[in-house]
């Protein structure tokens, strides 16, 4: 399965952006001005950030219910009187 990555352009001729989901990165034209041999600044995983967020926030459920966590009580222990 081909993995696609999200790549991010910018036209310098009318400041427009936008990004394209391909396999590899492409010199293309502006959507916006026509302007021709655009090249991405940027390259990421779609899905990537949203995977660093999962775990992240799995990673910081289990610290939360790790640190509140309390041990259990200890029963009470009778003292003896010296006598």
Known sequence: MPVLLRHHYHCEA???????E???????DCPYCRARDIFAYRSDRPGALADDAATIA?????????ATAKP?????RRLKRAG
């Open 72 to 76: 259990a009580p200890r029963p009470a």
């Open 14 to 20: 009318c400041e427009g952006t936008w990004f394209a």
């Open 22 to 28: 391909t396999e590899i990165a492409e010199v293309i």
């Open 58 to 66: 799995k990673q910081l459920a289990a610290k939360t219910r790790a």
